[in-house]
Nanobody, 121 residues
């Protein structure tokens, strides 16, 4: 059974930074992505990265503040979040699937349990 485990969430003041990590057990995936979801809202695509790490994809509104990267030796994908704003407060999910760069959550086969990020004003 494939498993994704997120870590690194927490409480931070506006303007601060957090680094989320997603560690996968078992096989490698064509694409690993981050999504976020607020209560009562749809899950939103944040970023994705190809297996090689050569290609990265972001939702336009987060470009320049968030950076996705991976370390295949550790089977880990990270999301560096800078200049955080209160509206970034969400549960962040790591997901993995076969389609590189997909923004569509339905194309991801495996999901982590989510990690809470709270940004105070």
């Amino acid at each position: 059974q494939e498993q994704l485990v997120e870590s690194g969430g927490g409480l931070v003041q506006a303007g601060g930074s957090l680094r989320l990590s997603c560690t996968a057990s078992g096989r490698t995936f064509g694409s690993t992505g981050w999504f976020r979801q607020a209560p009562g809202k749809e899950r939103e695509f944040v970023a994705a990265i190809s297996w090689s790490g050569d290609n990265t994809y972001y939702t336009d509104s987060l470009k320049g503040r968030f950076t996705i990267s991976r370390d295949n030796a550790k089977n880990t994908v990270s999301l560096q979040m800078n200049s955080l704003k209160p509206e970034d407060t969400d549960v962040y999910y790591c997901a993995a699937g076969p389609y590189e760069g997909s923004w569509n959550e339905r194309t991801y086969d495996y999901w982590g349990q989510g990690t809470q990020v709270t940004v105070s004003s």
